[in-house]
């Protein structure tokens, strides 16, 4: 018998209650019940998303999210800015210039945040860009980029929109998308959502929707203008993930009922915890200087396998954690704390890694991570 525990940065686990909830006999999309469940849904959205606008809820994965939202706001040709600091930032690279947009790739070194400066003096240099496409939460890397201080360059600006694929982001660190100006903000039910996958929300601003009505690229199945009216009439175009909406009912009430500045307080306590720990076993962070609350990553240390010492913390051990990608295979852990993730979680995390280093030969004084990551989890009890 082996246990089993999930810490990768998506999918998270289920919280038995709502997975419960979703195990309900099935029921018909186009039914009064059924539309009550998606408006509150879509209405709670809203709270997470710290707006006003309407919440788009897509049966997708998140990258259906970000691929609707090039193409319901740009056109072929038009030029966007890319923020390009690991696997997604590449990922929003690809999808535009799949659809003829014009990209102009900012490189930034993995693992560390977009410097603000940078970005705006490449806006001043090239006044056409229509668009900034960033992550707030570079999950390859494990770093964060500065939102609030790129939304100061778009927000007064009726010509570019600021995109931000919050799919590691919203719902574990504060990103008030109406307070900020973020004109297009898109999650994944599989994250911070407790979920399982299937589900992308979008919220739109005033100002993209106005890029929206201008929008010439391809579309069919992300059809956000269709989608808001259907929303109106509570419902989607397409049949709905009806177990999966039944879901994020279940999980945004409980949002709401703790509150954004707790789940916030809740993942920073976490995030601390995991990196003070990882710090403590004498590994190095992957994203020193500005780390995203969502996950950690630490390079693993010299003469160990990272792919190895995964695979031994999965099999032989029973805790999932997550490898590094691409320049990063090989060489980095990724431990993930956001959803549903508690104390213990890091817990078990933080002490298998030491278990399986150890089996793997590598030097280690057990229980200096976990006794770095106590301490802070203790201020979650006093
Ligand atoms: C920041 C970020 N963007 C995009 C994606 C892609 O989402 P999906 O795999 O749901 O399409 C992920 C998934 O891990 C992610 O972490």
């Not at 998270?12 to 029921?27: D, G, I, R, S």
């Not at 806006?123 to 790129?150: F, M, R, W, Y």
């Not at 989608?227 to 177990?243: G, I, M, W």
Request: proline share 4%.
């Amino acid at each position: 018998m082996k246990k089993r525990y999930l810490l990768a940065p998506g999918p998270t686990p289920v919280p038995e209650e709502v997975a419960l909830k979703m195990a309900q006999p099935m029921m018909h999309h186009r039914t009064p019940q059924f539309s009550a469940i998606f408006a509150e849904a879509a209405e709670d959205a809203k709270y997470l998303f710290q707006t006003k606008q309407d919440v788009l809820i897509l049966a997708s994965t998140g990258t259906g999210g970000m691929e609707g939202c090039v193409t319901n706001l740009f056109s072929p040709g038009d030029k966007v800015l890319v923020i390009n600091g690991g696997k997604f930032g590449e990922r929003w690279g690809k999808i535009s210039e799949t659809y003829g947009l014009q990209v102009v790739w900012h490189n930034v070194e993995w693992g560390h945040g977009a410097n603000a400066k940078d970005i705006e003096a490449i806006l001043s240099e090239e006044k056409d860009i229509k668009g900034i496409l960033v992550q707030a939460s570079e999950t390859s890397t494990t770093a964060a980029h500065p939102i609030e201080a790129l939304s100061k360059l778009t927000r007064d600006r009726d010509d570019i929109l600021l995109v931000v694929d919050a799919i590691t982001g919203l719902g574990v660190f504060n990103l008030p998308m109406d307070a900020w100006g973020i004109d297009a903000l898109i999650t994944g039910s599989q994250k911070a959502l407790e979920l399982p996958p299937g589900l992308a929300l979008v919220g739109l601003s005033e100002k993209a929707w106005k890029f929206n009505a201008q929008s010439k690229c391809p579309r069919f199945y992300f059809d956000f203008k269709k989608e808001r009216k259907n929303l109106a009439d509570k419902t989607s175009a397409y049949t709905p993930a009806v177990s999966l909406v039944i879901g994020l009912r279940e999980v945004l009430k409980g949002i709401k009922e703790e509150g954004l500045e707790s789940v916030f307080k809740r993942h920073d306590r976490l995030a601390r915890a995991t990196r003070a720990a990882v710090e403590a076993m004498g590994l190095k962070r992957v994203a020193p200087d500005s780390p995203a609350d969502s996950a950690t990553g630490a390079f693993v240390p010299d003469g160990v396998d990272g792919g190895k010492l995964v695979k031994s913390i999965r099999d032989d051990f029973g805790v999932t954690l997550a490898g590094g990608q691409d320049q990063w295979k090989g060489k980095v852990v990724r431990i993930a704390h956001l959803g549903y993730i508690d104390t213990f979680d890091i817990i078990i995390a933080i002490s298998a890694l030491e278990m399986a280093l150890a089996k793997l030969g590598a030097k280690v004084e057990f229980g200096k991570g976990v006794a770095a990551a106590q301490k802070i989890l203790m201020e979650g009890y006093q």
